[in-house]
């Protein structure tokens, strides 16, 4: 069964600092999609990116950058220079090709709190 | 702004009672879907309807039912509810049929309270 492990439910930093969030995953799919989203205190869930199994090269956006290993099933989150706005629940979810559809099995979710 | 309209904001009801929550896709998106978000559970796939017909179902009860019109708005109906299914209920949308790599808008969610 799929599941997403983010195993630190709260982080404080102040601001500037840089900051990882974990996150583990289980599936038995050879082809499987990674993503995380960002929930500000407004509520929505934000988009943040989208990885799939067969590409394993990091990504960087900005200040956010993305550590996809399939040999430790990990796909972490760090934010570098945190700034204040970048509060907030961070998610990260998996869904399976073999599904067919578009069902995210989400992490518990990792509170981020940044202080100025 | 996702772009996703969900009404209303709040909801509180009696145990017992049914509700409807109501959700408006972005312009264009013709995949709809449901998730809970609540302490014990964390966040759920409920539902997810496309074109008018359901697609994909997730843990949803079958006290809960959803359905989504030819405007493409859809409404989950919450009946005989009890106290644990107080929850933030979000509505997402995506373009397509909602392949496995779709990428999902999310609207602000509504906040039930059951007491």
């Known amino acids: 069964a799929q599941k997403v492990t983010q195993a630190q439910t709260e982080i404080s930093v102040v601001e500037k600092e840089d900051v990882t969030l974990d996150c583990v995953y289980e599936t038995r799919d050879t082809t499987y999609y990674l993503f995380w989203y960002k929930q500000p205190p407004s509520g929505e869930l934000v988009f943040l990116i989208r990885r799939n199994s067969f590409d394993e090269q990091n990504e960087i956006s900005g200040r956010y950058s993305w550590n996809f290993q399939k040999s430790t099933s990990s796909f972490n989150f760090t934010i570098t220079a945190s700034q204040v706005v970048d509060s907030a629940v961070y998610f990260c979810a998996l869904s399976e090709a073999g599904d067919g559809a578009q069902k995210l099995v989400f992490g518990q979710g990792t509170r981020l709190t940044i202080n100025p | 702004d996702s772009g996703v309209t969900q009404t209303p904001k709040h909801l509180i009801t009696a145990t017992g009672q049914r509700v409807t929550l109501r959700c408006s896709p972005r312009s264009g998106d013709l995949s709809v879907y449901w998730y809970q978000q609540s302490l014990d559970q964390g966040l759920q796939f409920l539902i997810q309807?496309?074109?008018?017909?359901?697609?994909a179902k997730g843990n949803i009860l079958e006290r809960f039912s959803a359905q989504q019109f030819p405007d493409l708005h859809s409404e989950l109906n919450l009946s005989s509810l009890e106290l644990g299914d107080s929850a933030l209920y979000f509505c997402?949308?995506?373009?397509?049929?909602?392949?496995?790599?779709?990428?999902?808008?999310f609207g602000s969610g509504t906040q039930l309270s059951v007491l």
């Open positions: 997402a949308s995506s373009p397509n049929r909602g392949v496995s790599n779709e990428k999902l808008f």
């Open positions: 309807y496309y074109n008018g017909e359901e697609r």
